[in-house]
């Protein structure tokens, strides 16, 4: 009885706390200078499901989708919920409170590749920060072939952060584009995951679409640094939502509540890059 008044107890708590957040987080929405958009020509989408385990205390696995945009020469991903509330809030057609949290996502920020670079955008406690990393994956072709969502795929391997990955690529879908970080192949990548299965992206849908996406990155105001710079902002993150986060709360003992489970995520949290490069 004991275990599960705990668990309400933090139920309760976090809820209140994400719609205090999600008010705050709302109106800094709003407040976007919509002409200030980076687009994107779309030539291709490809859709990717995500299984992803984001906690090392559990077997628990989260699911979530994302959209690979595509043209001649580079590509944009973004999480899907993530696509969907940009395009509205340019369109100005997200209007509430409620509306918004239908399309949160624990992947908010956004990635361009072209064949020298990856530009990425993150939000981090509802600051954006950016920075540039080399494309330069070193892929083991394998001859090994199986079939993904209808396409022939062949195997290949690679080491990067601090995972090993196996993905299969469709050489009849002639772009070296992937979900993430991952190109470089000589065929669109339908399938990539690490050896351990923590992150496994999988092609589902892939389709000619020819328009403009006026919503790719809606960030303003992004602080660029170094990659490494970034990553001890992120690190960081938790120690911010929980500052964040006592400010919402009185009772003493609910505030030392919440820092043990924060402490407690910050030992078992799984990300998807275990080391930089």
């Given amino acids: ?9 933090f139920f309760y708590l976090t809820k209140y706390i994400k719609m205090k957040k999600a008010i705050i987080l709302f109106h800094l929405f709003i407040t976007i200078v919509i002409f200030s958009q980076k687009k994107f020509d779309v030539v291709y989408e490809a ?3 995500l299984n992803y385990k984001l906690s090392n205390s559990n077997n628990f696995k989260k699911e979530t989708t994302f959209a690979l945009l595509i043209n001649e020469n580079s590509s944009f991903f973004k999480d ?13 057609k997200l209007n509430t409170i409620e509306e918004a949290m239908k399309y949160n996502t624990d992947f908010r920020g956004y990635i361009g590749t072209t064949s020298a670079k990856l530009y990425v955008t993150d939000e981090i406690n509802y600051s954006y920060f950016g920075y540039e990393e080399p494309n330069n994956t070193n892929w083991k072709i394998k001859n090994e072939f199986k079939t993904v969502a209808g396409y022939k795929c062949q195997k290949a ?7 090993t990955w196996i993905a299969w690529f469709a050489t009849e879908i002639p772009f070296p584009f992937g979900p993430y970080k991952f190109n470089g192949l000589p065929g669109l990548i339908a399938e990539v995951y690490d050896t351990k299965d923590d992150y496994h992206y999988t ?3 892939f389709r000619k679409r020819k328009y403009t996406c006026k919503s ?3 960030a303003t105001n992004v602080k660029n640094l170094t990659k490494e710079k970034v990553a001890e902002v992120f690190k960081n993150r938790l120690a911010g939502k ?5 400010q919402y709360i009185e009772n003493v003992e609910d505030r030392e509540y919440m820092r043990r489970n924060a402490e407690e995520a910050i030992k078992n949290y799984n990300p ?6």
């Fill in 242 to 246: 929980l500052r964040l986060n006592e």
């Fill in 80 to 92: 899907l919920r993530r696509y969907i509330s940009d395009s509205l809030m340019v369109e100005k």
């Fill in 157 to 163: 391997e690679t080491t990067k952060y601090g995972r």
């Fill in 1 to 9: 009885m004991y275990n599960r008044h705990k668990t309400w107890r």
């Fill in 203 to 205: 092609l589902y849908t």
């Fill in 47 to 49: 859709d990717y499901k």
């Fill in 272 to 277: 998807i890059e275990l080391s930089i490069y």
């Fill in 216 to 218: 790719a990155n809606i």
